[in-house]
């Protein structure tokens, strides 16, 4: 029989304690969540658990780190086994590579409550930075494969990749509120569920192969049109009012 060493329970209980953390964070946030109750939920003292784990903040990174850890290995994964694939085939696994890491991952929760509440301190930097890199990386070079075939246009690989990974997250925390007798939205969920499912892969996949694929237009549109102020009085034409003078003075 194979025992255990100390090296290997002390890691099991790290792996316990961030389980634990991880459902308070995603529950309560970090303001919410006490580290007293973190540690009731593990069955321990908060003394034994700032053994193991340091203190709140350190816990909280930890957990913000191992989720983003997680989801950077199915993103590397995705790149490496990617290019004998077509720019299509690429553009759908990487959709659906985002969708199954919002979906297995408490990400979305943890992360993106403290986004909306505007409460970015306790937020690894680097982690994020390298995790958004990897996303624009992988979108970049999908673009640029479909521009080199002549089957996509160029996009803005950053927003590309944060318009993708949103409509899944975003999908996860509300679509479970919405009612499915709803008159509008209701057919909307009785058709992609309230989870993450194939269809609403397809469904992000083909929007965003129409978005792609849209013809170049020979004049670029105005982002924005210049509008006077209501306050601003009109400019008067330079010559009108001394060639109607002159004509009088004849």
Same mark, same amino acid.
């Given at each position: 029989?194979?025992?255990?060493?100390?090296?290997?329970?002390?890691?099991?209980?790290?792996?316990?304690?961030?389980?634990? #953390? *991880?459902?308070?964070?995603?529950?309560?946030?970090?303001?919410?969540?006490?580290?007293?109750?973190?540690?009731? @939920?593990?069955?321990?003292?908060?003394?034994?658990?700032?053994?193991?784990?340091?203190?709140?903040?350190?816990?909280?990174?930890?957990?913000?780190?191992?989720?983003?850890?997680? #989801?950077? @290995?199915? !993103? &590397?994964? *995705?790149?490496?086994?990617?290019?004998?694939?077509?720019?299509?085939? &690429?553009?759908?696994?990487?959709?659906?590579?985002? @969708?199954?890491?919002?979906?297995?991952?408490?990400?979305?929760?943890?992360?993106?409550?403290?986004?909306?509440?505007?409460?970015?301190?306790?937020?690894?930097?680097?982690?994020?930075?390298?995790?958004?890199? !990897?996303?624009?990386?992988?979108?970049?070079?999908?673009?640029?494969?479909?521009?080199?075939?002549?089957?996509?246009?160029?996009?803005?690989?950053?927003?590309?990749?944060?318009?993708?990974?949103?409509?899944?997250?975003?999908?996860?925390?509300?679509?479970?509120?919405? $009612?499915?007798?709803?008159?509008?939205?209701?057919?909307?969920?009785?058709?992609?569920?309230?989870?993450?499912?194939?269809?609403?892969? $397809?469904?992000?996949?083909?929007?965003?192969?129409?978005?792609?694929?849209?013809?170049?237009?020979?004049?670029?549109?105005?982002? &924005?049109?210049?509008?006077?102020?209501?306050?601003?009085?009109?400019?008067?034409?330079?010559?009108?009012?001394?060639?109607?003078?002159? !004509? &009088? @003075?004849?």
């Amino acid at each position: 029989m194979k025992r255990s060493g100390p090296n290997n329970k002390r890691q099991e209980k790290i792996d316990h304690i961030l389980k634990k #953390a *991880t459902e308070a964070f995603s529950q309560k946030g970090y303001d919410g969540a006490s580290a007293d109750d973190i540690a009731t @939920a593990a069955g321990m003292s908060k003394r034994s658990m700032y053994y193991y784990m340091g203190d709140k903040n350190t816990l909280y990174r930890a957990v913000i780190e191992e989720i983003d850890s997680g #989801a950077k @290995a199915e !993103l &590397k994964k *995705t790149m490496k086994h990617s290019d004998t694939l077509t720019p299509h085939e &690429k553009l759908y696994k990487y959709i659906n590579a985002v @969708a199954q890491i919002v979906k297995n991952n408490e990400i979305h929760s943890v992360i993106i409550r403290e986004l909306l509440s505007n409460n970015t301190s306790f937020l690894p930097q680097c982690s994020v930075e390298e995790s958004l890199g !990897l996303i624009c990386k992988f979108i970049d070079e999908t673009i640029e494969d479909g521009v080199k075939e002549n089957v996509f246009i160029r996009a803005n690989p950053m927003v590309s990749g944060v318009m993708i990974r949103s409509v899944f997250v975003y999908w996860r925390i509300i679509a479970c509120h919405i $009612d499915k007798k709803s008159e509008y939205y209701g057919q909307y969920i009785a058709k992609y569920g309230t989870d993450i499912s194939d269809a609403l892969v $397809d469904e992000v996949y083909r929007m965003f192969i129409r978005i792609l694929s849209e013809p170049k237009s020979k004049a670029a549109p105005k982002i &924005k049109p210049k509008i006077r102020p209501k306050n601003r009085p009109r400019p008067r034409p330079r010559y009108r009012y001394r060639y109607r003078f002159i !004509l &009088k @003075a004849k």
